[in-house]
């Protein structure tokens, strides 16, 4: 995997990450071959590829013993290759064992070695447990990017986030503004990338193509792939491809981000 772009897309639950990380591989798979792996347990990243939800990796490890990659592993949209690693029922277990087991079980199937361009991992960032810094502490991914809104609690998961990142000593390559129309968003976002000594790499505005396209199972880019939308996707994609800046960041204490956010309100 030494020529493979390895990119860990982190936020908090709800943010847009899954839209994101869907609509970019779809953007990447025109001209690469794309591996995304969902690290959330919703796994509902890879709907909007494949058309449907997928059997999770550790759904299919419960019924049985030893899974094949043809098991876990599914063909989306444009060839893009799907897995998610799932999680247990609300309340029972730790989520982010779906992502170690899910991880262990690839490499043991290979499908790394497979001839990959580009793998993408969609990781929750609300929750600091092992499971979920396993994209990064285990070297899957080389560099890191945080989908988040100008919004309060979007951007405390980022700041948390950054906090994982330096621990680690990851990479950030950059602050993904996903837009939910509040006041000086992307002011907000901007500064916030400066403060943790990054920059903002991409703004992706609101648009109902977004929902109208998942209530489809279907990427903007599939769906609508000549529109303004699409193309801020495919910007993206290219700005994230092409980076070659990285940061460990330097993230704000608790006191300091209640002094950041209220600058702007």
Do not use: W
């Not at 908090?12 to 001209?31: F, R």
């Not at 490890?61 to 690693?85: H, I, P, T, W």
């Not at 000593?169 to 916030?192: A, H, T």
Request: some cysteine; aromatic content about 8%; charged content about 25%.
């Amino acid at each position: 995997m030494s020529n493979v772009k390895k990119i860990a897309v982190y936020g908090k639950g709800g943010i847009g990450k899954s839209t994101t990380v869907s609509n970019i591989a779809a953007a990447y798979s025109k001209n690469h071959k794309v591996l995304v792996i969902g690290c959330d347990p919703k796994a509902d990243t890879t709907r909007t590829l494949y058309g449907s939800r997928l059997p999770t990796v550790l759904n299919v490890l419960k019924e049985k013993r030893s899974a094949q990659v043809e098991d876990v592993v599914f063909e989306g949209y444009n060839n893009v290759m799907c897995v998610e690693s799932g999680g247990p029922e609300p309340g029972v277990g730790c989520a982010g064992r779906g992502v170690i087991v899910a991880m262990n079980l690839l490499e043991k199937l290979e499908v790394f070695s497979e001839d990959l361009d580009v793998v993408i991992y969609d990781v929750l960032g609300d929750v600091v447990c092992g499971g979920f810094a396993v994209p990064l502490r285990e070297d899957f991914a080389d560099e890191v990017y945080i989908v988040t809104s100008g919004e309060y609690m979007a951007l405390y998961a980022a700041n948390n986030i950054c906090k994982g990142i330096k621990k680690l000593k990851g990479n950030l390559g950059g602050i993904i503004c996903n837009c939910k129309g509040i006041n000086r968003e992307e002011e907000i976002v901007n500064k916030f990338a400066q403060k943790v000594g990054s920059k903002v790499i991409g703004i992706i505005p609101r648009s109902e193509l977004v929902q109208k396209s998942e209530i489809e199972a279907k990427t903007v880019i599939e769906k609508y792939p000549d529109s303004k939308q699409a193309g801020f996707y495919e910007k993206l994609a290219k700005d994230v491809f092409h980076n070659n800046e990285f940061t460990v960041p330097q993230p704000m204490d608790i006191e300091e981000f209640e002094e950041f956010f209220r600058q702007f309100h």
